[in-house]
């Protein structure tokens, strides 16, 4: 009798062991799948800050035409439309020049603060990017 516990205290011991080598392997798998699922988010994150950098200039471009449009026409037509026109000439010159000078890291951690100090005004704000952002890329 005393045999037969030891080997089926010897069989219990070579199961837990077997299943504990399997536990082992699985969390193994799972932490290389998550790292390399990591990497490849970070490699995608790269890519796409690397786009927005390289279509900065367009899209500042595309804001400061804009402002000279605006500009044209508002000095065409009457006091208060000139005025609001230049205002906001003004202001699409500005964003132009913060595109040039700004990374996308820079903008992101900027737009950031103000998602938080403001979240109704960024709503309105990201539509408008979006929409810029849209046709910068739909006109390749």
Do not use: C, W
Not at 33 to 58: C, L, M, N, Y
Not at 86 to 100: F, I, N, Q, W
Request: glycine share 6%.
């Amino acid at each position: 009798m005393a045999d037969r516990n030891a080997t089926h205290d010897s069989e219990r011991t070579y199961a837990g062991q077997e299943t504990s080598d399997q536990l082992s392997n699985a969390k193994q798998k799972i932490s290389e799948t998550v790292s390399e699922a990591r990497d490849r988010a970070r490699q995608a994150g790269e890519a796409i800050a690397h786009q927005v950098d390289e279509k900065r200039e367009p899209v500042a471009g595309m804001l400061d035409t804009a402002a000279s449009t605006l500009q044209d026409r508002g000095a065409r037509s009457g006091q208060a439309v000139s005025d609001a026109a230049k205002r906001t000439a003004d202001v699409l010159s500005s964003t132009a020049d913060y595109v040039r000078g700004h990374d996308v890291k820079a903008m992101v951690d900027d737009v950031e603060q103000v998602v938080r100090h403001n979240p109704g005004r960024s709503l309105l704000i990201a539509a408008a990017m979006g929409f810029l952002v849209g046709r910068a890329f739909r006109n390749e």
